[in-house]
């Protein structure tokens, strides 16, 4: 019962940047979106969340639309690293994680 | 993230057999999951605990058992493992933090192929 919906796949250029879509648009005013990513059958890394405003880290950027309907991963700098499935996650606080399928991200030189 | 270690990383079985995966955390979170990915698709939650007190089955508990033996440690077992039990297990953590919010750390994994 994902509650979120991803591109199967994307291809990047490394050094260029990597933005993933997600839509979510029937999130309500008290869930976050997360993300994480997994590299090759490793275990699920988390990247970033947020409610309303935009965040930043050290790995990564998330931009959220007002209306929180739809978000978007920011990753400013991609690697060959960076190859992996992200996955965008809608949930209450303190909710359980429901992975979907994600978005297959291949970083090419 | 070596903060989570799970034992074995690789196990290969006969149907039928009692199976045992060990989850260790040093992270000092209350909460543990146990989640399987099969090929192809997302993760999903087996068993989850709260606190050494507190267990809960997930969407998928048939045919597994859990045991938090303290705070640190979670281990899910195959009673009479099946073949359609083969995947990839992962552990992970958790802690509620000021604010709610709850960010899950993973641990790399069991592969365990039942034949």
């Known amino acids: 019962d994902a509650k979120t919906t991803q591109p199967t796949s994307m291809d990047c250029a490394e050094g260029r940047a990597a933005n993933l879509p997600c839509n979510h648009s029937t999130i309500s005013g008290n869930e976050y979106v997360y993300w994480y990513r997994q590299i090759h059958s490793q275990g699920p890394q988390y990247i970033i969340h947020g409610l309303k405003n935009n965040e930043t880290n050290e790995m990564a950027s998330l931009i959220i639309t007002e209306d929180r309907k739809s978000s978007t991963l920011i990753l400013p700098h991609a690697t060959l690293r960076d190859t992996a499935v992200y996955y965008c996650i809608v949930r209450y606080n303190t909710d359980k994680l429901i992975f979907g399928t994600g978005t297959r991200l291949q970083v090419f030189p | 993230d070596a903060d989570v270690t799970q034992t074995p990383r690789n196990r290969i079985t006969k149907t039928g057999k009692r199976i045992m995966l060990e989850c260790s955390q040093t992270k000092g979170h209350d909460r543990m999951y146990w989640y399987r990915q099969d090929p192809g698709l997302g993760l999903r939650l087996i068993y989850y605990s709260f606190d050494v007190k507190d267990i809960n089955k997930g969407e998928i508990s048939d045919g597994y058992s859990v045991s938090r033996q303290a705070q640190a440690k979670f281990s899910l077992s195959l009673e009479s493992a099946i073949p359609n039990q083969t995947a990839l297990y992962f552990c992970?953590?958790?802690?509620?933090?000021?604010?709610?919010?709850?960010?899950?750390?993973f641990g790399p994994g069991t592969r365990l192929t039942v034949l």
């Open positions: 992970a953590t958790s802690d509620l933090v000021a604010g709610g919010q709850d960010t899950q750390y």
